[in-house]
């Protein structure tokens, strides 16, 4: 997601939804409200992964290391898969 795409969001809802001044400003302070915490949040709990040039590589937080590795494996083709 990009700075322009919510911006777009708004002018899309306005043209659609017709709203009130105050309901666009309630809008436009919840999506800076989620950028944000976004920006928190990943730059605190997921750490990028180093980029790689195998293509099957998937990134596995380390909590669920330890877990099955049935469910590991399973997760990693999901993500694959998309």
Do not use: C, N
């Not at 992964?49 to 049935?70: L, S």
């Amino acid at each position: 997601m990009t700075h322009q795409s919510p911006r777009y969001f708004i002018e899309w809802a306005v043209k659609e939804k017709q709203p009130q001044p105050w309901q666009v400003e309630q809008w436009k302070e919840a999506i800076r409200w989620f950028f944000r915490e976004g920006q928190r949040h990943q730059a605190e709990d997921y750490p990028r992964p180093e980029p790689t040039t195998d293509k099957t590589a998937v990134w596995i937080p380390p909590e669920q290391e330890q877990w099955p590795e049935w469910k590991v494996e399973f997760l990693k083709t999901l993500r694959r898969r998309h």
